[in-house]
């Protein structure tokens, strides 16, 4: 529903970008913020008026890190059902990776995804570009015809760059074109094979492992190549107490380096497998319980930039099966803002500021979106959340083609009411427009 000017009344509007967490008004005409401030007065016949009241107000939630399938693997997926879900889980921007089918490390694959997501698509659409041809690692894609294109990052994601001559290369081209490289950190001779993390329960349940020592390893590999290069770097999806505690120290030193985890890597520890559970089978692999700590430790103290989903949808064939031949991943856009406020913000770990800030303010910053805040002029992307509504979790109700969710029966607090995109309400009363 298109409404041509709307105001959000007596919501508590948590706004981190512009250092606002209090009860205002917002005001909103022909989808752009015009007013942010208290007790405004706008009336007329053709006002559409929201009440919020206690009710949390917020910037859309922004998801850097996400997969929509389209093109070549619309059968798990596609960009109108996988924003569909997004919208439904309080995102109104997504950046989606480039392992499509063919691989987005063209023009004419961005164009393609823009060109879909501007005609069927619930939220804003970001495509992220290959940084090597095919995803190969072997030859750069051609980075600033894709940032011209219109990515705002570049990535392999699920294929590490093993040549350490392309990564440095990549990382000094994307300095040039004002990008940054999002690494997917793993070392294949350590990985190759294993379908869980390494330890105690791979032995129980007789599965290869995975070590930490594979992310680990090319986390501090990429930090020195930053370094050594001055370019920013974004280590996707951390999972390991070593790999925090790495990019905690380059922080300290300065290096330019920013990462994000998921709510897989907080609320769920290698135990959700036992069973062979293959919706918990996801690549870097659920860790342990001091693993779990210490990325809870690290959004706590701000090592830990964003909060990302990895929204990796999959067929159910490709999750029935035997647990070494099953897909990596699981579906996050519809889950993730209540895992924060449950395991996160109801455990005082974070404040409800500090979480819409790692899901809205901070992700824009780092791929360079004019996105996540609820600025005046700005466009009118906002969520109104429920953060003490209870749901219990049923897969079978969510938007994506897809159910592969390890949270299935879970009970949950924080609920999406309102999801605004452009001034257009896509999600009303939690139900999906």
Do not use: W
């Amino acid at each position: 529903m298109i409404t041509v000017r709307t105001i959000i009344k007596n919501g508590r509007v948590i706004d981190p970008a512009n250092n606002i967490d209090g009860e205002y008004d917002i005001y909103i005409e022909k989808g752009v913020i015009e007013e942010v401030g208290k007790n405004l007065d706008y009336s007329g016949a053709d006002i559409n008026l929201i009440n919020a009241r206690g009710k949390i107000v917020a910037p859309g939630l922004v998801d850097m890190h996400c997969h929509l399938r389209e093109p070549g693997q619309e059968y798990k997926e596609d960009i109108e059902t996988g924003t569909r879900s997004a919208a439904a889980g309080g995102f109104t921007s997504v950046a989606c990776m480039p392992n499509t089918q063919p691989i987005a490390d063209n023009v004419a694959v961005v164009e393609f995804i823009k060109s879909r997501a501007e005609s069927v698509g619930y939220v804003n659409v970001f495509p992220i570009g290959a940084v090597t041809k095919g995803s190969l690692g072997a030859e750069l894609a051609e980075i600033g015809k894709l940032k011209f294109a219109g990515v705002v990052a570049i990535s392999d994601d699920g294929k590490p760059i093993v040549n350490d001559s392309i990564m440095r290369n990549a990382l000094n081209y994307a300095k040039t074109f004002d990008t940054v490289v999002i690494s997917h950190c793993e070392v294949p001779a350590l990985s190759d094979g294993g379908a869980m993390n390494e330890g105690y329960m791979s032995t129980y349940l007789g599965l290869r492992g995975i070590s930490s020592a594979a992310e680990d390893i090319m986390v501090a590999r990429d930090i020195i190549l930053a370094k050594t290069t001055n370019s920013a770097i974004h280590i996707a999806h951390v999972s390991t107490k070593g790999a925090v505690e790495l990019i905690r120290q380059a922080k300290k030193e300065g290096v330019r380096v920013t990462c994000e985890t998921c709510p897989h890597y907080f609320t769920l520890t290698e135990d959700a497998v036992e069973g062979y559970n293959t919706n918990a089978k996801m690549n870097p692999p659920l860790r342990t319980k001091e693993d779990r700590e210490a990325i809870i430790q690290a959004l706590a103290d701000g090592t830990i930039d964003v909060i990302a989903t990895d929204h990796a949808p999959h067929h159910i064939d490709e999750k029935n099966c035997e647990f070494d031949r099953a897909q990596n991943g699981i579906i996050g856009f519809e889950t993730a803002l209540s895992l924060g406020i449950t395991y996160l913000v109801k455990n005082n770990i974070l404040t409800m500021n500090e979480l819409i800030e790692k899901m809205s303010y901070a992700p824009s910053k780092i791929i360079g979106i004019s996105k996540g805040a609820l600025s005046e002029g700005k466009s009118a992307d906002i969520v109104i959340i429920d953060e003490n509504k209870k749901r219990i979790i049923d897969v079978n109700k969510f938007h994506s083609k897809s159910k592969n969710s390890p949270y299935d029966g879970y009970e949950l607090s924080g609920a999406v009411l309102y999801t605004i995109v452009g001034g257009k309400i896509v999600v009303r009363d939690g139900i999906l427009l």
